[in-house]
């Protein structure tokens, strides 16, 4: 089982569609987690981080489930900017060594 | 200022060359890292300094070693490298390494062909 999972899609959306993404993680002593984007040929740029309360940023919203040991992202009118790989991302248990495990991400397509 | 700068931005080396990555950041960040990505797939962690000591190595081969001269600085020295090494060379920092939400923010990556 891999430590990070996502679907990879393809998810093609039109314009204006809520998306969301799911993403689950094996370690449970995993502390922090992120949702990155990926545009083609780009590096990785942060998203958010996600926060057990679970947190908004304008059309962004991720929660946790620690208990399930599920990441969502949700994405609200979606514009065509948002074409990209999004990356699940958490740290590698509880150990504060600043290592990230990466999803293989999950890719959106926002069509006119 | 959220950046992290890297050069070149791409290189093409033979086999039998040596070369050098750079990476620098002026966040006052003591975590440097070093990933390797290839097309389609996530990125790789293949080296940590904390406060500028290397804390991981991924089991990477010999030929990548790197050097951290300061908090600011980062670097990856190649030798002899293989053709399957061409990737995409990402260095990112983060405040220290540790604690909770500890974000890492990527540099804009060198595109290395060893050919």
């Known amino acids: 089982r891999k430590e990070v999972e996502q679907d990879p899609g393809p998810f093609n959306v039109p314009e204006g569609a809520t998306v969301a993404f799911n993403c689950t993680y094996s370690n449970s002593a995993s502390q922090s987690f992120f949702w990155y984007r990926q545009d083609c040929r780009k590096e990785p740029k942060l998203l958010m981080s996600?926060?057990?309360s679970g947190n908004e940023d304008g059309r962004f919203t991720a929660q946790l489930n620690r208990a399930s040991q599920y990441i969502s992202l949700l994405i609200r009118d979606s514009k065509l900017s948002d074409s990209a790989t999004y990356l699940c991302?958490?740290?590698?248990?509880?150990?504060?060594?600043?290592?990230?495990?990466f999803g293989q991400g999950t890719t959106l397509q926002v069509k006119p | 200022d959220t950046e992290v700068t890297q050069t070149p931005k791409h290189l093409v080396m033979g086999m039998t060359n040596k070369k050098s990555l750079k990476c620098e950041q002026h966040m006052g960040h003591r975590a440097m890292y070093w990933y390797k990505q290839k097309a389609k797939k996530p990125p790789e962690l293949m080296f940590v300094y904390s406060y500028e000591k290397l804390s991981i190595n991924e089991s990477v081969p010999s030929r990548f070693s790197p050097e951290c001269p300061n908090s600011s600085l980062l670097n990856l020295h190649l030798h002899a490298l293989q053709p399957e090494d061409s990737a995409l060379y990402l260095c990112a920092s983060s405040l220290a390494g540790q604690g909770l939400r500890d974000e890492q923010f990527f540099g804009p990556g060198t595109r290395l062909t060893v050919l």
């Open positions: 996600v926060y057990s």
């Open positions: 991302v958490v740290t590698a248990g509880s150990s504060n060594t600043g290592k990230l495990i």
